[in-house]
């Protein structure tokens, strides 16, 4: 699935000023495979709190608006602590293709957080596209899953 085109899917993405530029890219590269994408901001480099945009993912993965989304502040931390306040949502911050895989085979992560001063631009896109090809692995994972909430 790595490389193919995957259209149909709106995926939200969020950032907070440290994050800006990033997500930026990841957004092009969003679009570029063919998603659809809901900006939940923010929209410039101006200093703002990163649990505004963490908040705002968490609502729009509650609401059902989106099913999966992506996440980057300075760290990734602040952000996916936000997200990570609401049931719906399994925000894992990931730093690798590695943590990304296993993100989604063992977590069934839906929430991709990356810290914009810890990983390079193409460490994040290579996350991303790990995260966005790999399928959940279900199984005994699936019952842990289900104790998480």
Known sequence: MVGEKMTGETI?????????????????????????????GTHGPASV???DF???MGEAIRSGQVARGVLVCATGIGISIAA??????RCALCHD?????FARLH??????????RIVGTAVAQDCLETFLATPF?????????????
């Open 107 to 116: 977590n069934n992560a839906n929430v991709l957080a990356l810290g914009a």
């Open 84 to 89: 990570n306040r609401f049931p719906e949502v």
């Open 137 to 149: 692995e279900g199984g005994r994972h699936a019952l842990r899953v289900a104790k998480l909430g």
């Open 97 to 101: 293709v590695t943590t990304a895989r």
């Open 49 to 51: 709190d990163y649990p």
């Open 12 to 40: 939200a993405i969020a950032a907070d000023h440290a994050g800006f530029a990033l997500k930026a890219e990841l957004k092009a590269a969003l679009e570029q495979k063919g998603f659809m994408v809901l900006d939940l």
């Open 54 to 56: 963490g908040t705002a």
